[in-house]
């Protein structure tokens, strides 16, 4: 099933023509891997999915429904996820706060205050959170800034998990991380794809996309440059692509 | 981490200090600063402990108190509003005009403080979001704008005396024996601690502090938020203008000059971070009160007032480095 269509989409900095017209499908439960030089375009491109940024020509279905002019938080409402290669945590709050940042259960406190943030079902919550990921955090009502990157990795990791995702993009989550903390990633990530979630991997580390994609997208100079599957290709070809030598 | 910390009694203190910092939202360390001080003046000053001296404090700090309400929502969002004091006195202005000059009802008295203070902070807050020049020009030049107006509504730049008996009852009525403006100060930061650390504002408003990306990218309306927040700080410099005015039976166009530079150094003593991420309305009020207390008591001792300037600049420059110190610290990994 199609989950996620982007055609022809196009985006500029001032003079700097960043994607020219990437056209890319994403089919739900799948993994998909894209990858490419620095600055061919991966972040800006999924930051247009995300609608961090808007895009100068082209368009983008999620589930089918035309994603133009919806901002990053009602496309969170609809299923689209990422996490962000500098984690995007407010480093001074605690778990619960960044797992639910933006969105906060709220109670009425004593039947008339309104807008109370829930703070005891946040935390239950974050901890079954954090416990589903097989995590170990110290504590969770300590500022994440506390923690070492591969904790704060998991925080960022619930917090797109937590609301029943349908599309999770991952931008480098591997880059900071132990061996060990790697090894958790990739097992979180292939569990996503049996639970039907379509998951978008940006990596340097090829090793890490070939162990766990299905399919390797390649971008250059913010276009398409191969579109492979990870079974009938190698780590050369794939390089090939990057470089621009084929 | 030291090697104290290892150590059990560190420890101890650690658990206690995160203790107030999170179910008390008072620091710890201000409580004891405010103690000391006490305790201080009380052995410098056979005039400090008493109940009739500490109404005085009370009541010096009300204004000062809802300025700092108002400089910790902002500063929470690591923005800055340097206009407070400014807004303070044209509110007090704007007030008094419309009920004593143009004869208009009492209520007017009160709506034009709070208007003009909201209206003030409201511009604030658009010409940041939309212009992006920085918080710190745009509410510095409205501190010498709001100022500047202040003395032109004022005839010949001078006060405007006689406000109706209902507004003066707001600054020096006292109802259950509790100065108004303290009452005023009392339910405005109750109900600014509940929305700072209870509400899905509060939480959005100290995320974005914290890290605006972060914010952006989990769907805050961050540059809406910005607004709010702003004109939230000139509402509440409007109050403190309103209580000031009441108190003082006049709308004087030079009142509040440089409260801002106390009300920022209450708020920062109080434990709200400069660079935003951390706040505390509580603090905020015991940073207030100790402000008061150290400008009671220098008076007290008959200090001369340019020496509590001096203080005043002092103690913000310390509370920012210590500040800076554990903001430093947090912000590793």
Known sequence: MTLLEVKAVAKHFGAVQVLNGVDLTIEAGTVTGLVGDNGAGKSTLMKTITGLYGTDGGEIRFDGKPMTGLNPGQRRALGIEMIYQDLALARQQDVAANIFLGREPVKWAFGILPGFVDKAKMDADARKMIDRLGARIPSIHRPVGMFSGGQQQTVAIARALTFNPKLVIMDEPTAALAVREVESVLKLIRQMRDEGIAVILISHRLNDVFEVTDRIVVLRQGRIEADLQTGKTQMREVVGYIVGAH | ?333
């Open chain 2, 1 to 333: 981490m030291t090697a104290i910390d290892t150590a059990g009694r560190g420890d101890a203190w650690r658990r206690l200090q995160f203790f107030f910092d999170s179910k008390v939202h008072v620091r710890l360390e201000s409580l004891i600063v405010l103690a000391l001080l006490c305790v201080a003046m009380t052995v410098l000053s056979p005039y400090f402990l008493s109940v009739s001296n500490f109404l005085n404090i009370l009541l010096a700090t009300s204004t000062i108190g809802v300025l700092a309400i108002g400089a910790t929502l902002i500063l929470s969002s690591a923005g800055l509003d340097l206009s407070l004091g400014s807004v303070l006195g044209l509110s007090g202005v704007a007030g008094a005009y419309l009920s004593v000059e143009l004869e208009w009802p009492w209520f007017m008295a009160i709506i034009g403080a709070l208007g003009s203070g909201a209206l003030a902070g409201y511009i604030n807050g658009q010409l940041i979001t939309r212009t992006r020049i920085p918080a710190f020009i745009v509410t510095l030049g409205m501190l010498g704008i709001a100022r500047g107006v202040a003395l032109i509504i004022a005839p010949n730049g001078g006060a405007i005396y006689g406000l109706p008996d209902i507004v003066v009852y707001l600054g020096q009525g006292r109802p259950f024996g509790v100065p108004t403006p303290v009452v005023i100060l009392v339910l405005t930061a109750l109900i600014a601690h509940y929305v700072l650390a209870y509400s899905r504002f509060g939480m959005h408003t100290l995320a974005m502090g914290d890290n605006e990306g972060a914010a952006r990218a989990t769907g805050i309306p961050v540059e809406r938020l910005r607004r709010e927040l702003y004109a939230i700080s000139g509402l509440l410099a409007g109050l403190a203008g309103l209580i000031f005015m009441a108190r003082v039976n006049a709308g004087d166009p030079t009142a509040g000059y440089t409260y801002e530079l106390t009300a920022i150094t209450a708020t920062i003593i109080g434990g709200t971070s400069l660079f935003g991420g951390r706040g505390s309305i509580l603090g905020a009020l015991v940073g207030a009160l100790i402000m008061g207390v150290l400008q009671n008591g220098l008076n007290l001792l008959a200090v001369q007032s340019y020496y509590q300037q001096i203080a005043i600049g002092a103690v913000l420059i310390i509370a920012v480095y210590i500040d800076q110190l554990q903001s430093e610290r947090e912000r590793k990994s």
